[in-house]
């Protein structure tokens, strides 16, 4: 049996089998390339069930064929070719994704979010900003990651004006991916942390403690102490400084675990 025979039951289990080995075994791999390669004469199962682990057999031989499935729309499996691109590295699937945010399937959208972002384009930055503002929370999620994943100081502008802005009462995916701008962020997030509005001096906060930063520790603990104010959620400034401290604590010591492994 192969995996253009016998039952669709059948072919998936030998499809997740040779998954298992393809990381250390290029036969194996090379046969799960091969469904890629030759998608339109596979069933849509095997093609999604093998790009939901894309890096662990996506080469430069699927490059042709991800791109040409990611336009593809008589397939239908955007979404995954835009995983594969991805996990390919494949930066020529920059336009075909863009042209994807507008995609009617919330899937095809959300994995093009991640794919740029993967891709790194800092070029894409403005595409990638307006969705902060999207109705629903998890693109917004999904663009704050990517804005992050990208970096460069467009990317970073584009998430400290939700901060600043902010659109909507709970923005915890913003400060988490601003804490990833560390060292350069932590001048700002200081200034924020004095702001007269307490929505801000929350945010701030959290993002702080996810700096694992010990220069962010002193500005904590005076929140913790000294800033009572609630926020439009109901949240304290100084409930969140706790918390952060203690975030930042964990950081630190996972990173000293680590180094102390190495």
């Not at 959290?206 to 904590?220: H, K």
């Not at 009572?228 to 969140?240: E, K, L, Q, S, Y």
């Amino acid at each position: 049996m192969d995996l253009r025979s016998g039952t669709l039951e059948a072919r998936e289990e030998l499809l997740y089998e040779l998954l298992d080995r393809a990381p250390d075994d290029d036969s194996a791999a090379e046969a799960v390339r091969a469904v890629v390669r030759d998608y339109r004469d596979h069933h849509r199962s095997l093609f999604t069930r093998a790009l939901n682990r894309a890096d662990v057999f996506v080469d430069d031989s699927l490059r042709g064929p991800l791109l040409a499935a990611l336009t593809d729309t008589r397939y239908n499996c955007q979404a995954w070719a835009a995983m594969g691109c991805a996990a390919g590295g494949f930066t020529e699937a920059v336009p075909a994704l863009l042209d994807l945010l507008d995609d009617h399937d919330w899937n095809v959208r959300e994995q093009a979010v991640r794919a740029l972002g993967r891709l790194g384009d800092a070029g894409v930055v403005p595409a990638l900003a307006p969705l902060l503002g999207d109705p629903q929370e998890y693109t917004r999620q999904h663009a704050a990651d990517a804005l992050a994943d990208i970096g460069g100081p467009e990317a970073l502008d584009a998430l400290w004006q939700e901060l600043e802005h902010r659109r909507f009462p709970r923005i915890g995916y913003v400060a988490s991916n601003l804490a990833r701008f560390t060292p350069e962020v932590l001048p700002r997030l200081e200034q924020a942390a004095a702001s007269p509005d307490p929505n801000q001096r929350y945010w701030a906060a959290v993002a702080l403690g996810s700096t694992g930063d010990e220069r962010a520790a002193p500005i904590l603990e005076r929140l913790m102490a000294t800033d009572h104010a609630a926020t439009v959620f109901d949240g304290r400034v100084d409930v969140a400084a706790k918390k952060a401290l203690r975030t930042l604590r964990r950081i630190q010591a996972a990173i000293a675990a680590r180094s102390a492994a190495g």
